[in-house]
């Protein structure tokens, strides 16, 4: 199995602009989830899916941010405009209904917003 | 989800075992603890989940005593590799709604020569 793959891996964009991160999650896994990683802040959850529908979204910092999951292979989140205090490891991870505390993440996207 | 305390770091040496303990107190009767590791430049990888006494794989065991209160991830042997941040997490394994993981400070490991 491939893993949680998650696409670009590493993004610069200036503010302002749209950023659309990628995420395909482990084939058959129920649940993904979106994570936001900060020095300050840590390991942020945002988002989760179930079955391909947004459970609790309570973590999106606001309405520039938004996340879809049109299938069960295939995820975005959406920054729109982008800000620099955007600018943070987004990590993607998927799990299994019965064992939703065991996630796996994908590698991460690194954006920096300038 | 109950509140984990865990110290901030931790160093080592090869060879050597390395104990974290993590308090949560405020541990409910249907609360799981779980343990991740994160290394630089990567997602935090899932390592051991228990519920009561010990569990042991082939990465680490968890130690945790009869109140719950705590919990302690033992990790044999540590090399350099092993240098990392380990997460403790503690709720409901499953949930009608808000099966959240909720990632607190974690403890910084380094693991020297």
């Known amino acids: 199995d491939a893993g949680v793959i998650q696409s670009p891996r590493h993004e610069v964009t200036e503010m302002g602009q749209e950023v659309t991160l990628r995420c395909k999650p482990i084939s058959g896994h129920d649940y993904l989830f979106w994570y936001r990683q900060t020095m300050m802040r840590g390991l942020e959850l945002l988002i989760y899916f179930n079955n391909n529908v947004p459970i609790d979204d309570s973590g999106m910092p606001e309405d520039r941010f938004s996340a879809k999951m049109p299938n069960a292979s295939f995820s975005t989140l959406k920054i729109q405009p982008s800000e620099p205090r955007d600018s943070a490891v987004y990590f993607c991870?998927?799990?299994?209904?019965?064992?939703?505390?065991?996630?796996?993440f994908g590698p991460g996207t690194r954006l920096t917003v300038t | 989800l109950a509140k984990t305390t865990q110290p901030i770091s931790m160093d080592s040496y090869e060879g050597q075992e390395v104990n974290i303990t993590c308090s949560h107190n405020?541990?409910?009767?249907?609360?799981?603890i779980t343990w991740y590791q994160q290394f630089p430049s990567q997602g935090p990888r899932f390592i051991i989940q228990?519920?009561?006494t010990k569990v042991t794989n082939e990465v680490a065991s968890l130690f945790i005593p009869a109140d719950r209160k705590s919990s302690t991830l033992s990790l044999p042997r540590v090399s350099l590799s092993d240098t990392a941040v380990y997460y403790c997490?503690?709720?409901?394994?499953?949930?009608?709604?808000?099966?959240?993981?909720?990632f607190g400070g974690g403890t910084r490991v380094l693991v020297k020569p």
């Open positions: 405020n541990i409910a009767t249907n609360d799981y």
């Open positions: 228990g519920y009561k």
């Open positions: 991870a998927s799990s299994l209904r019965r064992e939703v505390y065991e996630q796996y």
């Open positions: 997490l503690v709720g409901a394994a499953f949930k009608a709604a808000g099966n959240k993981l909720t």
